[in-house]
């Protein structure tokens, strides 16, 4: 179904990438930036950001990989496109820069004729301040996290929670201060779609500034708030006066959820499942608004997947398929919470439920949806490199997790727990 983007894509360099040019992922709070959710991020240089604000998306770094890019080389953070493309899946290169093709009306010719580019889509993160320490989440993105590690240490033997220490709220930020010259120096009327993420951008005092600005200036950009939707009650209340009449085709709601009720309180630590399902409710009821569900499909996830969907349809049924939609996503990093960990028996089982399920309810879904739920599927089959590694790091990981946050894996998770001596 992406046919014809890959041609065009192809015109240019068989490893091209619109996102590269046109999309950037900024935290502010420790001065890092990345292509899209599946780049790790890097550190622009404060005297970049400085000298110049743009520095934010057009560092030297990411102009070296727009080089690679157009001369038909492979950059190395963006090996989770490249390791689906050469198992045969049609990757997010293709599908994100169709969407800068066709909904964007981004001319891939114009891009390409500078290093430079200002973004039509940005996300931010102003602050990593969270209410949620989710299992494959870890110190960067999540302050509780970051307290945790404090406590107890880094968990010995897993390798992926690394962290660069944050800029303090009560010091300058450089950072801050040159995405803010940039917004008033343009970037507010090129943007097309802004989202706001963390952390919990509803615990960020920075969100609310977001918020005043777009609206008293009346910008026409849409903007989405990455949020999981169980802050406290006075300020989610807060946050539904304060978009109730914004209008719904400029505001969307977007967060993530993979699992369901005691799996998925375990997993996304800190959850309220109940107050989850509420206050989506909430958010259909008394706006009109879209809500995007993220699935962050992972080996704590992948064994509730049909029965998670199947909730989730619900509210498709009642507020209407286009209202609400799900988008299928899988964890490489960490590499222990792979859903490919999880022995071949286990998967299969999961693969033929879920494919029971859509049959019947095929139309919920739209082609988009569908297929990004095929490719999870067969991607969940095919076996994983250095398997063995990871397993030995997963159950290391999980009794760490069950120790540090008094939880039992075992009693969670009994479909998994029952296969442990083949992990």
């Given at each position: 179904?992406?046919?014809?983007t890959?041609?065009?894509?192809?015109?240019?360099?068989?490893?091209f990438?619109?996102?590269k040019?046109?999309?950037?992922?900024?935290?502010?709070?420790?001065?890092?930036?990345?292509?899209?959710h599946?780049c790790?991020?890097?550190?622009?240089p404060?005297?970049?950001v400085?000298?110049d604000h743009t520095?934010?998306?057009?560092?030297?770094?990411?102009?070296?990989?727009?080089q690679?890019?157009?001369?038909g080389?492979r950059?190395?953070?963006?090996n989770y496109?490249?390791?689906?493309?050469?198992q045969?899946?049609t990757?997010?290169?293709?599908m994100?820069?169709?969407?800068f093709?066709?909904?964007?009306?981004?001319?891939?010719?114009?891009i390409?004729?500078?290093?430079t580019?200002a973004?039509?889509?940005?996300?931010?993160?102003?602050?990593r301040?969270?209410n949620f320490k989710?299992?494959?989440?870890?110190?960067?993105n999540?302050?509780?996290?970051?307290?945790?590690?404090?406590?107890?240490?880094?968990?010995k033997g897993?390798?992926?929670?690394?962290?660069?220490?944050?800029?303090?709220n009560?010091?300058?930020?450089p950072?801050?201060d040159?995405?803010?010259k940039?917004?008033d120096?343009?970037l507010?009327?090129s943007l097309?779609?802004?989202t706001?993420t963390g952390?919990e951008p509803?615990?960020?005092?920075?969100?609310?500034?977001?918020?005043?600005?777009?609206?008293?200036?009346?910008?026409?950009m849409?903007?989405m708030?990455?949020t999981?939707?169980c802050?406290?009650?006075?300020?989610?209340d807060?946050f539904?006066?304060r978009?109730?009449?914004?209008d719904?085709?400029?505001?969307?709601?977007?967060?993530s959820?993979?699992?369901i009720?005691?799996?998925a309180e375990?997993s996304?630590?800190?959850l309220d499942y109940?107050?989850f399902?509420l206050?989506m409710?909430?958010?259909?009821t008394?706006?009109?608004?879209k809500?995007?569900?993220n699935?962050?499909n992972?080996?704590?996830s992948?064994?509730?997947?049909?029965?998670?969907?199947?909730?989730?349809?619900?509210?498709?049924i009642?507020y209407?398929?286009?209202?609400?939609t799900?988008?299928?996503?899988d964890?490489?990093?960490p590499s222990?919470?792979?859903?490919r960990?999880?022995p071949?028996?286990l998967?299969?089982?999961?693969v033929i439920?879920?494919k029971?399920?859509?049959?019947?309810?095929k139309d919920?879904?739209s082609?988009t949806?569908k297929?990004?739920?095929?490719r999870?599927?067969?991607?969940s089959?095919v076996?994983?490199?250095?398997?063995?590694?990871?397993?030995?790091?997963?159950?290391?990981f999980?009794?760490?997790?069950d120790?540090?946050r008094?939880?039992n894996?075992?009693?969670?998770f009994?479909?998994?727990?029952?296969?442990?001596?083949?992990?």
């Amino acid at each position: 179904m992406y046919e014809k983007t890959k041609e065009i894509l192809d015109n240019i360099s068989p490893t091209f990438c619109i996102a590269k040019w046109a999309r950037t992922n900024v935290r502010t709070y420790e001065g890092t930036s990345y292509s899209c959710h599946h780049c790790r991020p890097v550190v622009t240089p404060k005297e970049e950001v400085s000298a110049d604000h743009t520095a934010l998306t057009n560092n030297k770094l990411v102009q070296e990989y727009r080089q690679q890019m157009l001369d038909g080389e492979r950059p190395k953070e963006c090996n989770y496109c490249w390791t689906r493309e050469d198992q045969g899946f049609t990757s997010d290169r293709i599908m994100k820069s169709d969407k800068f093709i066709n909904l964007h009306q981004l001319d891939p010719a114009e891009i390409v004729k500078n290093l430079t580019h200002a973004p039509v889509h940005l996300d931010i993160a102003f602050d990593r301040t969270c209410n949620f320490k989710c299992s494959y989440c870890g110190p960067q993105n999540s302050s509780l996290w970051a307290e945790e590690i404090v406590q107890h240490g880094e968990i010995k033997g897993i390798p992926a929670f690394g962290a660069k220490e944050p800029i303090p709220n009560r010091e300058v930020n450089p950072y801050n201060d040159a995405f803010w010259k940039w917004w008033d120096s343009g970037l507010k009327h090129s943007l097309q779609h802004l989202t706001i993420t963390g952390g919990e951008p509803l615990l960020s005092k920075e969100f609310w500034k977001v918020l005043d600005k777009v609206q008293l200036e009346k910008l026409s950009m849409t903007v989405m708030v990455n949020t999981n939707l169980c802050p406290p009650d006075k300020i989610f209340d807060r946050f539904m006066n304060r978009i109730k009449n914004w209008d719904p085709e400029k505001f969307r709601i977007s967060t993530s959820i993979e699992s369901i009720k005691e799996k998925a309180e375990y997993s996304r630590f800190g959850l309220d499942y109940n107050k989850f399902m509420l206050n989506m409710h909430r958010v259909l009821t008394e706006t009109n608004m879209k809500v995007e569900v993220n699935l962050t499909n992972n080996a704590l996830s992948f064994t509730s997947l049909t029965d998670l969907v199947q909730e989730l349809t619900k509210f498709k049924i009642k507020y209407g398929a286009k209202r609400v939609t799900l988008h299928s996503n899988d964890v490489t990093w960490p590499s222990h919470l792979n859903l490919r960990i999880l022995p071949a028996e286990l998967r299969n089982v999961e693969v033929i439920k879920f494919k029971r399920f859509m049959k019947m309810n095929k139309d919920s879904f739209s082609k988009t949806e569908k297929y990004k739920f095929q490719r999870t599927l067969e991607l969940s089959l095919v076996e994983y490199e250095d398997v063995d590694k990871f397993r030995a790091q997963f159950l290391t990981f999980i009794k760490e997790y069950d120790k540090r946050r008094n939880l039992n894996f075992d009693k969670t998770f009994p479909e998994i727990a029952k296969f442990k001596d083949k992990l």
